[in-house]
C-alpha cells in the first residue's frame, strides 16, 4: 500500500531586519499569556518552583549547556534498545526506540485531536529518559523558526559546529519531491556532533531525491544502514515561518483552527499555500529520515522542532487560559477516514519510552499532570 506524507526568497539584508522587528509580535503574545500561566501555577498542587523546569532556545542556551545537551543524545544513541529485536531489528539504541513508537502510532497522532497532547507527552518522555538514563540536568531546548527564518542553515542548531546539532547534507545534484523542495544538501551530513551517526530504521515514507535504500521489511522496522541526510534551505522558512506567521497562527480564533492551520491541513505541497509551521519546519531539514513522515524522530534535530510546536501552542492556550485547556478537537484517525471523535479520556500510550499511561485531559497542561515546565 502507498504511503504518502502530510508535512506538508534569498536571504537579504530588508529580510532579515524584517525578522528581527517581527519577532517581538510572538514575544509580546508570549508576555500576554504569561500572567494566565503563572496564575495557573500557583494553584497547581504537583508543579512548584522549585520543580520547575525553563525551556529555552537553543541559540539562547550557553555552549556548555549545548554540548551537555549533544552528549545526552549520543549517549541514547549508545544504549541498548528495549525492544523485542525480533519484532524489531532496526532498533539498535534507546533512541531508536522512541523513533519505533513514532512509526507504530503515525496515523492516529497527526490530523488527529491527539497530536499536541501526544506529542507533548513523547517530548518529555524523551527528556525524561535523557535525564534519568543518560545524566542530563538540563531543561529541553527548543527552535524558534521565526529567530532563523531568514537562514536556517546559518543558525546555531544547523552551522555544522561542536555546538549544533549537526550541519546540513554534503550539496548533491537532487530534485524537488512532491512535498519538499531541493534544499542547499540531500547528501550525508558531514559537519557536527553528528556527521557519523547511522541510520537503520526506515525509510516508510521518503520525500527526499535520490531517495533511500529501501528497508528489507515492508514495515519499515528491518535494519537498513545508511548515513543521515539533510537538504536545509531557507525556501520554506522565508515563507511560512517567520515571526508574523507564528503570530497569525497564535491569533487562531479555536482549537480546529490553530491545529489546521499548524499542521497544513486542506493542502499540502512546498508550492501552495497549504504548508504550516509543522510540515515547513520537518522540511526544512529534509532529507532522510526527517523528511520521512513516519521516521522523522531518527533526525537529532525533530527534537528541537518540536519543542517549539509545543511552545506555540502554550501561547496559544495562554491567550484565553479558562478556555483553551481542558479541550479536544478533531478525530481519532489521520484525516478523519474512519474512527470517532476524540476524547479527553482516551490513553495516550507510549509503550517502552515512558512510565505511564495518561488519559489527553492530563497533558492539555503544562504545570499539571507529569508536567512541570515553561518556556523562557
Not at 525578522?19 to 508570549?30: H, I, R, S, Y
Not at 504569561?34 to 520543580?51: E, H, I, M, Q, Y
Not at 531546548?141 to 561542536?162: L, T
Not at 534535530?301 to 491567550?319: K, L, P, S
Request: proline letters at 6%.
Amino acid at each position: 500500500m502507498a504511503r504518502f506524507s502530510i508535512f506538508a526568497l534569498l536571504a537579504v539584508p530588508w529580510l532579515m531586519l524584517m525578522g528581527l522587528v517581527a519577532g517581538d509580535v510572538v514575544q509580546d503574545l508570549e508576555k500576554k499569556g504569561r500572567p494566565a500561566l503563572d496564575a495557573l501555577l500557583a494553584k497547581s498542587k504537583t508543579c512548584t518552583k522549585a520543580n520547575l523546569r525553563v525551556r529555552k532556545e537553543w541559540g539562547s542556551i550557553t555552549a556548555a549547556e549545548k554540548k551537555e545537551y549533544i552528549a545526552a543524545l549520543q549517549c541514547l544513541l549508545q544504549r541498548p534498545s528495549k525492544l523485542d529485536q525480533a519484532k524489531f531489528p532496526g532498533a539498535k539504541s534507546r533512541y531508536d526506540d522512541f523513533v519505533v513508537v513514532h512509526m507504530n502510532q503515525t496515523m492516529f497522532i497527526h490530523g488527529t485531536g491527539s497530536f499536541l497532547t501526544w506529542h507533548r507527552y513523547y517530548l518529555w518522555a524523551f527528556e525524561e529518559v535523557l535525564r534519568k538514563e543518560c545524566g542530563y540536568t538540563g531543561s529541553h531546548p527548543y527552535w524558534d523558526w521565526g529567530r532563523w527564518s531568514a537562514d536556517p542553515e546559518k543558525s546555531p542548531i544547523f552551522d555544522g559546529s561542536d555546538t549544533s546539532l549537526g550541519g546540513n547534507g554534503k550539496k548533491i545534484q537532487h530534485k524537488a519531491s512532491m512535498v519538499a523542495p531541493a534544499g542547499n544538501g540531500g547528501g550525508c551530513v558531514e559537519t557536527g556532533p553528528f556527521k557519523n551517526m547511522t541510520v537503520y530504521l526506515g525509510p516508510v515514507s521518503p520525500a527526499i531525491d535520490p531517495p533511500p535504500p529501501n528497508n528489507p521489511r515492508s514495515d519499515g522496522y528491518g535494519s537498513n544502514p545508511r548515513c543521515l541526510r539533510r537538504d536545509i534551505s531557507n525556501q520554506l522558512t522565508s515563507k511560512y515561518t517567520r515571526p508574523q506567521d507564528i503570530a497569525s497562527l497564535i491569533n487562531s480564533r479555536d482549537l480546529a483552527t490553530f491545529q489546521n492551520v499548524m499542521q497544513g491541513a486542506g493542502g499540502f505541497g512546498f508550492g501552495g499555500g497549504g504548508m504550516g509551521v509543522h510540515s515547513a519546519g520537518h522540511y526544512t531539514i529534509g532529507g532522510d529520515p526527517g523528511g520521512d513522515f513516519y521516521t522523522s524522530p531518527n533526525d537529532p534535530a525533530f527534537w528541537v522542532h518540536h519543542g517549539m510546536i509545543d511552545r506555540v501552542w502554550v501561547i496559544w492556550q495562554t491567550q484565553d487560559m479558562n478556555n483553551r485547556v481542558n479541550i479536544v478537537s478533531g478525530g481519532t484517525s489521520m484525516m478523519g477516514f474512519g474512527g470517532r471523535q476524540q476524547s479527553l479520556d482516551d490513553p495516550i500510550d507510549l509503550g517502552v519510552v515512558a512510565d505511564k499511561v495518561y488519559k489527553i485531559r492530563d497533558l492539555v497542561s503544562i504545570v499539571d499532570g507529569p508536567f512541570c515546565y515553561v518556556y523562557e
